[in-house]
């Protein structure tokens, strides 16, 4: 007998939550680099993964909250891979430098999303700005309505969630949330972050769309 979208919708959110589990568990046994780069990336993928706990956290209780923490999740994930891979040293100083009035004024002049996928086009992993930009596509005009109080938010206070797009909305946050990982098998190339991710989508495939894989980027000679 086939379960219904109240289970279905269940079953998603308690596998979202332990592969979340699993997700963090492995990153605080990882020795994070001490360079600026590093710190600067690792702190960025703590903030994505942060915000994918709260989604999952909050989703039964707090959808709408839930969905609008889905957009900033994506973009700490795209401005951590590009401070991983096509950042400038000027850049990394920008992003650490003691909050102030005047590197907060400086920060205004780092890329936005859009610039930093460009960028990422000739320096990241084969794909990633392309996988980032279909994320982007996709998830922007729903996301950026329930930030601002639209239509999407205001349709759903008045007639509910369905459990379909509760699970999506989970399952997409999921994706986000071992995505960042790969900005971990980059920086610690010594632990076998790619091996865990292939373990960890088997496992937890039920609980994920369909990830493309990425192949290491390769500078030109």
Known sequence: MPQSADQDRASVLEGSLELLGEIRAAWMEIEHGRDRRSTAVAALCQMSLDHAVAVQSLIATLPQSAISLVRPQYEALVRATWACYAATDTDIEKLLAPLTLESQQAAKRLPGVQDMLVKLESSGPRGASQLLGRARQCLYVGLNSYLHAGIHPLARQLNGYPGALLA????????????????????WPGEPVLAWMNALHHQFGGVLPELEPLTPHQPSP
């Not at 399952?171 to 949330?177: G, T």
Request: aromatic share 0%; net charge neutral.
């Open 168 to 187: 999506g909305v989970a399952m997409n946050s999921n994706a986000l949330a071992m995505l960042t990982l790969l900005n971990l098998a980059h920086l």
